[in-house]
């Protein structure tokens, strides 16, 4: 079954993003790794209810029975969104920044209208991560949702100010979640009775823009339902649509037969035919991540754009008041410092900077980088002199944390030194016209991140103890894209993907803190 677009369908794609003309639609499994709804609570309420059928992880039927069993409608309503409330506590701002993470890629591109068939809010999380601020509105299909007071029609979102549209409802309001199969029957007959129960904006998206599915299964009530709803507005005669192409990301069906999967796929191009939508078949992830890839590819003009420290041309210039010649002034410096106490477990410092050197030596921009001789054996009056010695663009820092963020350097006889955050982002304060990044690669050393983060752009902590084969794999990892042209947020993305990429744990230890905000 083939998985990729063609290149024709991915520069489309990228244009109307690029010209705000695309709207994003995210289905159940668009979230799967945080707040998985759909499998997760459907199969915890078939065992704890006694659902007698084999269809256990759907959603849909799965709640129907356990309303009707319960003999209480809002029952299920407000038992997901118990659920979900509890898992939302454990999403934080990092996690929209893993490079296949679908929330945070489409948080980044200039679009003002996104819809979701979720509960969650999820994409309002991943807007406000990337600085926006978006407005929510729920789909009021029921006589209860229509008497809350609505956003002002005379709302136009922006790039800058979105509107996340809930087609199925939020979590927040109970009431409003299309859930069950009578919930699903109701909808339909509401939108079908009632042409202005979408608001002008979203019908608009809906026939104007080109329409991007993500996370759908074809077997799922919500998507169902929703294409039921597209053949009203963009299906062949339908009044005001203009004729862009769509795409639709459809999660390979699990466990059947590969003519089977070569049937569903044939089924649903013949379904969507006059619907002008494009089936990728795919998982969310690895969709997400090559979407970000090509969108960044898209949007890069030179090599030089691509690193964001805030571009290598800013360097150039500063040879004129830092005393640099112009030669030394073209490459981005990189200050490699390292501590590792006799009275500590001893660390793989000296391999650790050995990759990176190694690293950096077979690079595509190696030229734009120097990596100044290594600082090892690290005593706190070093740090001033070897900044002030090598005017550094990035500091590399190895070696061990406390669990309170404290780093530890070396004292005259070798032993621990603990520097304190607050003492050290007051040192880096005197360079932060200097500095643009700082590697912090030492357990627990996510506190002394944030107290450095005040004064610098980009600071790389750690958010528990971190092993030497995943701190190196990290460097490894940050550097070959840093190399390669890539920004500080991507060289980050990296380094944490190669720690998965070798079967190691803690990929989501290290954490990438922006001074902006901090």
């Known amino acids: 079954m083939p998985k990729m677009l063609e290149e024709k369908d991915w520069d489309i794609l990228l244009k109307r993003i690029k010209n705000g003309k695309c709207t994003p639609f995210l289905g159940f499994w668009a979230c799967s790794e945080k707040i998985s709804v759909a499998s997760q609570i459907a199969n915890e309420w078939a065992r704890k209810y006694d659902y007698p059928m084999e269809d256990s992880d759907n959603l849909t039927r799965v709640a129907q029975f356990v309303a009707v069993t319960e003999e209480d409608e809002m029952f299920p309503r407000d038992e997901i969104c118990n659920k979900i409330t509890e898992l939302s506590e454990e999403v934080t701002p990092t996690y929209f920044e893993t490079p296949d993470e679908i929330h945070g890629v489409l948080a980044d591109f200039p679009l003002p209208i996104y819809i979701t068939t979720t509960y969650d809010d999820l994409m309002v999380q991943a807007l406000e991560s990337c600085g926006k601020t978006p407005t929510q509105e729920i789909c009021r299909w029921n006589e209860y949702l229509i008497q809350r007071k609505p956003t002002s029609p005379d709302f136009d979102p922006t790039p800058e100010k979105p509107l996340v549209y809930h087609l199925n409802g939020c979590y927040k309001i109970p009431e409003s979640l299309v859930l069950t199969e009578d919930n699903y029957l109701d909808f339909l007959v509401a939108i ?146 390292a501590a590792d106490p006799t009275d500590a477990s001893r660390l793989r410092l000296g391999e650790e900077f050995r990759e990176i050197q190694e690293k950096l030596k077979l690079a595509r921009l190696r030229d734009h980088f120097t990596l100044e001789l290594p600082q090892l054996s690290v005593r706190p009056s070093d740090i001033s002199q070897a900044l002030l010695d090598t005017q550094p663009q990035i500091v590399h820092f190895s070696g061990h944390g406390t669990p309170i963020g404290a780093l530890c350097f070396e004292d005259l006889a070798g032993k621990a030194h603990s520097v304190e955050p607050d003492a050290l982002a007051a040192l880096f304060e005197q360079f932060s016209g200097q500095v643009n990044c700082v590697i912090l690669n030492a357990c627990y050393s996510e506190i002394q991140a944030k107290a450095i983060a005040k004064h610098i752009k980009y600071v790389i902590g750690m958010n528990q103890e971190i092993g030497d084969r995943a701190a190196i794999a990290f460097a490894i990892g940050f550097y070959q894209a840093l190399g390669g042209g890539r920004s500080i947020e991507d060289a980050y993305r990296f380094g944490y993907v190669q720690i998965q990429l070798q079967n190691i744990p803690g990929h989501l230890t290290p954490v990438l803190i922006k001074k902006d905000r901090s």
């Open 192 to 337: 079908s009775k009632e042409q202005n129960l979408l608001p002008p904006r979203i019908q608009q998206a809906f026939g104007g823009t080109s329409l991007l599915l993500i996370g759908y299964k074809v077997t799922d009530w919500d998507f169902r339902i929703l294409c039921r709803i597209l053949d009203e507005y963009i299906g062949r005669g339908s009044i005001g649509s203009i004729g862009r192409k769509h795409i639709s990301v459809q999660l390979v069906p699990g466990n059947v037969a590969k003519s089977q999967k070569e049937k569903a796929q044939k089924y649903l191009d013949r379904y969507f035919e006059d619907l002008r939508i494009q089936v990728y078949w795919q998982d969310c992830h690895e969709f997400a991540a090559e979407l970000k890839t090509r969108w960044e590819a898209f949007n890069r003009g030179t090599v030089k754009k691509y690193t964001d420290m805030t571009s290598i041309d800013r360097f150039k210039t500063e040879y004129e008041r830092t005393g640099k010649t112009k030669e030394e002034a073209d490459k981005v410096s990189i200050l490699f410092l």
